[in-house]
């Protein structure tokens, strides 16, 4: 009778088990998807169109590499690069001066309005720097790294200053 007893105890707990595990798999199990979670990062609104602005070709040209002359004619280099300030505004032209073939040449930077571009749209048409080739001459290195300093239209050299 006792056996009786264990038998039936022993299956009235298994059979319970079985129910249990029974009814855990016929529970539905949380998704991924059913779980809270964060609130989607909201897209940026779609950026509005560019806009566009056409210009002639007779308009506007690029000038680097352009030669450029003196008021008398004279050959005072090409223009290598451009120098804008932190608000984006053109300040200056450095312009590749003297000697032959890169041999013997150095850079100096110019007043951007110690320039005039005439017809630049023409390749063949010069650009003309309002100084002297003494002038030129007389002026310091331009050096990346270091103060610029600029010769200006009337001559004078100018250090191009920045705010801190």
């Not at 009235?12 to 609130?39: D, I, R």
């Not at 080739?133 to 010769?151: F, H, W």
């Amino acid at each position: 009778m006792r056996s009786k007893r264990w038998f039936i105890l022993l299956a009235a707990c298994f059979l319970a088990g079985a129910a249990v595990a029974s009814h855990a798999q016929n529970e539905p199990q949380p998704t991924p998807s059913a779980t809270p979670k964060e609130a989607p990062a909201k897209e940026p609104p779609p950026a509005p169109p560019p806009s566009v602005t056409i210009i002639a070709p007779k308009e506007a040209h690029g000038v680097l590499g352009r030669d450029v002359r003196s008021p008398t004619d004279e050959d005072m280099g090409r223009i290598v690069d451009v120098i804008v300030d932190r608000a984006g505004v053109v300040r200056a032209a450095v312009i590749d001066f003297g000697g032959f073939l890169g041999v013997g040449s150095r850079k100096i930077v110019v007043e951007w309005n110690a320039l005039h571009f005439g017809q630049v749209a023409n390749k063949g048409a010069r650009i003309t720097l309002e100084l002297t080739k003494e002038q030129v001459k007389a002026a310091p290195e331009y050096k990346e790294d270091t103060p610029i300093v600029v010769l200006g239209a009337a001559g004078s050299l100018e250090p191009l200053q920045f705010d801190h």
